[in-house]
């Protein structure tokens, strides 16, 4: 029998969450806050948190210096194109993670109904395209979704062996570091803007995330 989680309990795990969550949106938080603020208030000592005059001078000065959409479209095809390659013919530094979902997805999947589907006359194809493909769809969505995200923040290959033409979102936010030093407030612009499109696609597809990640954990 499941052990009743007492009102303190809740409220400890929910306190635990909240700061865990906030801990790890800091980041963000922060690299957002700078964005809007002047060279000068964004290496200032103490720092500065909302107090501060807000300014546009950094986005306009990363459009200026840089093309956004075609870097941003370089990793749309970075990220969309290696995760099917992933999943269709898994060839791909992500290979492991995509082996490691998948096959835990479709172990799930009772074999009777499979044994049914051949007792009606089911071939390989039939069981893999009509059987097993749909009810393993959430964990193929998430594993999707997740090397998708994977592959957006993969800044080592991409800016060692990409070519200006080809240079995606990592290579982009790699350009505003200067032999002069670290200008923090347009590199945190870039920044937004490089991470954007992701946080926009993991807001809307969180709840098709976490179904598929806990997809046959609860018996």
């Known amino acids: 029998m499941a052990r009743a989680v007492t009102t303190k309990q809740k409220l400890i795990w929910s306190v635990l969450a909240w700061t865990f969550g906030l801990l790890m949106f800091f980041p963000i938080m ?17 720092p500065v948190w909302f107090f501060f005059d807000w300014t546009l001078e950094n986005y306009a000065v990363v459009q200026e210096r840089s093309n956004y959409p075609k870097a941003l479209m370089n990793s749309i095809i970075i990220a969309v194109g290696s995760t099917l390659l992933g999943i269709v013919i898994a060839v791909l530094i992500n290979l492991p993670i995509i082996v490691w979902m998948l096959y835990t997805y479709f172990k799930e999947i009772p074999g009777e109904i499979l044994e049914a589907s051949r007792m009606d006359g089911a071939d390989l194809r039939s069981e893999i395209l009509y059987v097993l493909t749909p009810m393993a769809l959430p964990g193929i969505a998430s594993t999707i979704l997740l090397n998708i995200i994977l592959a957006w923040n993969e800044a080592f290959w991409t800016i060692l062996l990409t070519t200006v033409d080809a240079a995606p979102l990592t290579a982009f936010i790699a350009s505003f570091s200067a032999p002069e030093g670290l200008f923090y407030a347009k590199l945190s612009a870039a920044s937004m ?19 598929g990640l806990t997809f046959g954990a609860v018996k």
Request: glycine fraction near 6%; charge should be positive; aromatic fraction near 14%.
């Open 193 to 211: 803007m490089a991470i954007a499109p992701i946080l926009v696609m993991g807001w809307f597809s969180q709840k098709q995330l976490v179904r």
């Open 30 to 46: 922060w690299t957002f806050l700078t964005s809007f603020k002047t060279e000068g208030t964004a290496i200032s000592d103490p």
